[in-house]
């Protein structure tokens, strides 16, 4: 029979770690960029086009804004139904950042706003 003693020896042997690692390999992998300058890749139709329409990009970009009489014709709706932005705001659900930039023009509402904002003002907003 064993003791406990004995058999608490026998496990701390097998669990050192020079017992469990000596039959594992730990040389380093190094993996390498073949230097095959001759292989070409292959591009498909869709991927040349988005090619040429990237390199013929010159970078300018407009940003769309509101026009001056959408922009007044909401702020005076706006006051005529005695409302201030933030109570705009929450009948239409986005943040006053937002609605303070569709007034002064910095932001062009999307069509399910303006429709909002005609239902809430009882107005017909000119588009902006």
Do not use: C
């Not at 000596?22 to 292989?39: G, Y």
């Not at 001056?68 to 709706?77: D, E, G, N, T, V």
């Not at 950042?97 to 009882?122: A, D, F, K």
Request: glycine content about 2%.
């Amino acid at each position: 029979m064993y003791i406990l003693s004995d058999i608490l020896k026998q496990k701390r042997r097998l669990f050192t770690t020079t017992t469990i690692m000596n039959h594992q390999d730990f040389e380093p992998v190094i993996w390498r960029k073949s230097n095959n300058k001759n292989r070409r890749k292959k591009h498909t139709d869709s991927t040349m086009k988005t090619n040429n329409k990237l390199d013929s990009d010159d970078g300018i970009y407009t940003i769309k804004k509101s026009s001056i009489p959408f922009q007044l014709s909401l702020r005076k709706a706006r006051e005529a139904k005695q409302l201030s932005q933030k109570e705009l705001a929450l009948k239409l659900n986005i943040s006053v950042s937002v609605l303070r930039s569709y007034e002064i023009g910095t932001v062009v509402p999307s069509n399910n706003v303006r429709s909002s904002l005609n239902h809430i003002l009882s107005t017909k907003l000119p588009k902006p």
